[in-house]
C-alpha cells in the first residue's frame, strides 16, 4: 500500500501549484484524506482534508481562503490547489487517510498509510 504525492516544485511568492495524492495497494475512496506539511525543524501539521464524498473540507487557518483540496474518487485521487502562495508555506507536503475518524481532524496520529512527500519551496 502507498500513496504518493506529486506536483511540487519552485515556485515564487504569490504564485500556484497544485499537488496531486494517488493511492495505490488498496482503495481510500471511503476515508477522509488529508493534506499535511513538514517543514525542516518542525513537526508535520494539518492543511487540509476532504470527505469521502467530497461534500466537507477543512482547512487549517492559514491556508483558507488560498488553498483547495479535492478528490476523484473514480480514480482514487486527491489534489490541493495552492494559490497566493508565501514563503511559510514551504515544506513538504504528504497526503494520508483518517483510518481514526470520519472528519477532518488534525492531528497527524489519526492518519496512516504516509507515502513520499513532495517539496514545495516558495521563493519571496
Known amino acids: 500500500v502507498q500513496l504518493q504525492a506529486s506536483g511540487g516544485g519552485l515556485v515564487q511568492a504569490g504564485g500556484s501549484l497544485r499537488l496531486s495524492c494517488a493511492g495505490s495497494g488498496r482503495t481510500f475512496s471511503t476515508y477522509v484524506m488529508g493534506w499535511f506539511r513538514q517543514a525542516p525543524g518542525k513537526e508535520r501539521e494539518f492543511v487540509a482534508a476532504?470527505?469521502?464524498?467530497?461534500?466537507?473540507?477543512y482547512y487549517t487557518e492559514s491556508v483558507k481562503g488560498r488553498f483547495t483540496v479535492s478528490r476523484g474518487n473514480a480514480n482514487d485521487m486527491v489534489w490541493l490547489q495552492m494559490n497566493s502562495l508565501k514563503p511559510e508555506d514551504t515544506a513538504v507536503y504528504y497526503c494520508a487517510p483518517n483510518v481514526r475518524y470520519y472528519s477532518g481532524t488534525h492531528s497527524p496520529g489519526d492518519y496512516d498509510y504516509w507515502g513520499q512527500g513532495t517539496l514545495v519551496t516558495v521563493s519571496s
Open positions: 476532504i470527505s469521502w464524498s467530497g461534500s466537507n473540507t
